[in-house]
């Protein structure tokens, strides 16, 4: 059956096809993700949220005192609550009422899955709209594939949120100048708010879409200028109306002290802490950042086919928007305006270039911290995802002009061969850089093992003490033996000993000369704890070392 040429519900079940299926890959491997440092803080700032809601709705006022506020959000309030409060919601409804998950960890983790899925049904259809269904299907496929945003996508975290929600809102506001109503303008508004109440990677998002509505609507606005009008565009209007009401509407600790609490939250990403980051074998913990920092991970971590389609796709669409800017600048210069060439009246090809820009932009900066590795600028993953999209249309379209003879039945094989070596390498650097996909580099660079002699970080927020527990932990470790957790916080500890990932008469040291076993979960400026654990227990040979293709990940030492 042949789709008709209008985007339409059908493409929204190819879109939800595709979703469903990568929330239910996400959910058959969750498990095997430990529990990182964050997660630990935000399962507690969770249940705090979802406990104030629970008291407003059977007491009313009584939650509504500023105490009670208070107790309840200031936990963790240097993020906004709308994450923390799906987190709690899915917690008490799927795992402690309904019983639908058995851990509480994936009930927590449950939303952020669902905002990945999300991200890709959006890129399928802003895909299929911008260009074709096939450079759709790819832009998703390949934004799913991306070894780190797998990872991220398992969390109880807001990375993989604020790229949805990124996405979302450009896609709303794309539609917007698209559709002229006030419907997708309506919903730009509100997405933003979402978006803000997301994570602060939000505060970005006008210098996107400002310019490019300014752009887009740029002949209305010069004729309200010529009669003494300022007609702003609608989703403008709508962002910076609705915006502002949805991030103070859903963040229960703002309603008091408003102002010197914002005052708090900016400054506090402003001058954000630093923490250590290896790059090239060398250790920062304080500006200046390394320029660098971000074309090589992203060189060393997403897929090289999705890079290579990316820049087929981007190369064309700059070319093309050189040639239509130089086509405008001859026309007004002979004042010739049928000589005009034709424009996309959506501008999308700026839109998405925008979008990526800002939101890599800010890490080309001194000072801007670079603790979080690639997650940090995860936003414009979709949008190069989409680029590779259009690049794939253009790799097929070449491949018939290259083979016009071929019969029917060697072309759709051809084709289908030119979709697997394009799907197929990506599928098989996700699949095996789980469940270690911090630690994880695609082959470009020698995969795991290159990324290690680059002196490229090799994890961080101590999620591996699970992976530790599976291999070594659970099987070897004498009853009631003291393990000192490094990286590892208590919170996460505890919940998965509560899950039974980790066995529960182990106790947690906080010290190597308090333990009877040590980890160490292996980063450059964590060498020192190797000595403190040689020095306590009168040896330097680890008793078991868990691995990802050769290259140690945690060490475990025991007292002999």
């Known amino acids: 059956m042949k789709l008709p040429d209008r985007i339409g519900w059908r493409d929204h079940v190819v879109g939800a096809a595709l979703a469903l299926a990568y929330l239910a890959w996400l959910l ?6 430990g529990i990182p440092r964050d997660e630990g803080m935000y399962f507690r700032a969770a249940s705090d949220y979802v406990g104030w809601w629970r008291l407003l709705l059977e007491h009313g006022g009584e939650a509504l005192r500023q105490s009670t506020i208070d107790s309840s959000f200031g936990y963790n309030h240097e993020h906004p609550a709308l994450m923390k409060t799906l987190f709690g919601v899915s917690w008490w409804l799927l795992h402690e009422k309904w019983h639908v998950f058995t851990d509480a960890s994936t009930a927590y983790r449950f939303p952020a899955m669902c905002t990945a899925a999300a991200a890709v049904w959006t890129t399928y259809l802003f895909g299929a709209r911008a260009w074709t269904r096939r450079a759709g299907l790819v832009a998703a496929a ?32 794309w539609r917007a100048q698209e559709t002229r109503g006030y419907g997708w303008a309506i919903a730009t508004g509100i997405v933003f708010g979402l978006a803000l109440e997301t994570k602060h990677n939000a505060w970005m998002l006008p210098f996107v879409l400002v310019p490019h509505a300014l752009l887009v609507n740029r002949h209305a606005l010069w004729r309200g200028l010529r009669g003494g009008q300022v007609t702003l565009p609608t989703s403008v209007v709508s962002m910076a109306i609705l915006g502002p009401a949805v991030f103070y509407a859903l963040w229960p600790y703002l309603w008091n002290d408003t102002l010197a609490r914002l005052q708090w939250y900016v400054s506090f990403h402003l001058n954000h802490d630093y923490y250590n980051i290896e790059f090239l074998g060398k250790n920062y913990f304080g500006p200046p950042s390394p320029p660098g920092y ?21 190369i064309e669409r700059a070319r093309d928007g050189c040639r239509r800017l130089s086509g ?10 049928d000589e005009w060439p034709a424009r996309d009246p959506r501008e999308t090809d700026l839109l998405l270039f925008l979008a990526i820009a800002v939101a890599v932009g800010p890490f080309f900066l001194p000072k801007t911290p670079i603790f979080g590795g690639t997650k940090h600028w995860m936003p414009a993953y ?6 590779a999209g259009r690049g794939f249309d253009l790799t097929w379209a070449a491949l018939g002009r290259a083979l016009p003879s071929l019969a029917p039945r060697r072309a759709v094989a051809l084709q289908a061969a030119l979709g697997a070596s394009v799907l197929l390498p990506p599928l098989a650097v996700t699949a095996h850089a789980h469940p270690f996909g911090l630690s994880s ?22 999620y591996t003490t699970q992976n530790a527990a599976a291999e070594y932990l659970n099987d070897r470790a004498p009853p009631g033996a003291t393990v000192f957790i490094h990286d590892t916080t208590w919170d996460a500890w505890s919940h998965m000993q509560e899950e039974k990932r980790i066995r529960g008469d182990l106790r947690a040291a906080g010290a190597p000369h308090e333990s009877q076993i040590a980890l160490v979960q292996h980063e450059l400026h964590m060498n020192e704890v190797d000595y403190s654990i040689w020095t306590a227990f ?11 293709d050769g290259v140690p990940i945690v060490s475990i030492y025991r007292r002999p």
């Open 28 to 33: 058959a491997t969750v498990r095997s993700v």
């Open 142 to 173: 390949l934004f799913a594939l991306m070894p780190r945003v797998f990872f991220h996508a398992h969390l109880a975290c807001f990375d993989v949120p604020i790229t949805a929600m990124w996405l979302l809102c450009v896609y709303a506001h």
């Open 294 to 314: 971000l074309p090589v991970m992203v060189l060393a971590t997403v897929p090289t086919v999705t890079l290579l389609l990316f820049s087929i796709g981007a």
């Open 328 to 337: 405008w600048l001859l026309a007004i210069l002979r004042k010739r305006a």
């Open 382 to 387: 979709p949008f190069l995802a989409l680029f």
């Open 441 to 462: 580099y695609v082959p470009l660079v020698g995969g795991t093992a290159g990324g290690a002699d680059l002196g490229l970080n090799r994890q961080f927020w101590g």
């Open 538 to 548: 009168g040896t330097d040979a680890p008793a078991y070392i868990v691995e990802h």
